[in-house]
């Protein structure tokens, strides 16, 4: 069998296609040697060999790594840490994993700078979408026919809060309007039986306060014990139905008015 990985005349090619970028450092912060595995500029020959790597490090990146750099070279102890690196106003990201080396520390800089980029996008892109839950009065629930719990988050003001809370099938029944239920059950057992993407509006009442709910499932998943999983929205639209009931209750006074309704000029 042809062990490839094994010989030694390979080890410098397969070194270079999977390795990261390798500085050796001495005590002092003089880098000793590099073998570069990428095209950032400041990761070259020309650059660090010879230097304090320190010295060249912004302080904000400086005030971070020597003190993980110390702590390798005094415990004799391998540590990854991320960091930000702002060189020339662009932004990089990267992971150094640093190995201690007889007197010396051997550092593998990996640049993580895509994968951090798209981690701060997502996380705004939820910061953002906390605050439209939160002005739209909107939660989210998972519900699984083995629990039959409802495991819920969010924003609607009733029974809601921004960490996990959980019910029985049972216990929330309790909070819907009698008139509301068979509409409610109905809508459970169409999702049960297929994905369904219809919205169903009903009543609950809580601490003696009727509330208008709009409720949606976006997800159904077969488990492998045959139980299945339903996640969905669940929006506290009071609001938005008391002003409905108002227009209707205005519109119907004035097509029933027996008096006639009109608009003049000062003049």
């Not at 971070?64 to 690196?85: C, I, T």
């Amino acid at each position: 069998m042809n062990r490839t990985l094994h010989d030694t005349n390979n080890a410098q090619r397969i070194l270079k296609l999977t390795a990261d970028t390798m500085l050796l450092v001495d005590k002092n912060g003089v880098c000793i040697d590099i073998d570069p595995h990428c095209d950032l500029w400041f990761l070259q020959d020309e650059i660090l060999l010879g230097k304090n790597i320190f010295e060249l490090l912004p302080e904000y990146t400086r005030e971070r790594v020597v003190p993980v750099f110390q702590s390798v070279l005094e415990g004799k102890k391998s540590v990854s840490k991320n960091f930000k690196l702002v060189l020339k106003e662009d932004v990089y990201y990267f992971k150094c994993i640093m190995h201690p080396y007889d007197d010396m520390v051997l550092c593998q800089y990996r640049d993580i700078t895509q994968r951090s980029n798209v981690k701060r996008q997502l996380e705004q892109a939820n910061r953002t979408l906390r605050e439209i839950q939160k002005v739209a009065q909107i939660g989210q629930w998972v519900y699984n026919t083995n629990e039959n719990v409802f495991h819920y988050l969010g924003h609607t003001g009733v029974l809601c809060e921004e960490t996990v809370r959980s019910i029985s099938f049972e216990k929330y029944r309790e909070y819907i309007v009698e008139e509301d239920w068979q509409t409610f059950i109905n809508w459970k057992l169409r999702n049960l039986e297929r994905f369904n993407t219809d919205s169903i509006s009903y009543r609950v009442q809580v601490n003696g306060e009727i509330y208008y709910m709009r409720i949606q499932a976006y997800l159904r998943e077969e488990l492998p014990d045959g139980s299945l999983t339903i996640e969905g929205y669940i929006q506290n639209i009071t609001d938005i139905q008391r002003r409905r009931n108002d227009i209707n209750t205005l519109t119907h006074a004035i097509n029933n008015a027996k008096e006639s309704i009109f608009a003049a000029r000062e003049d």
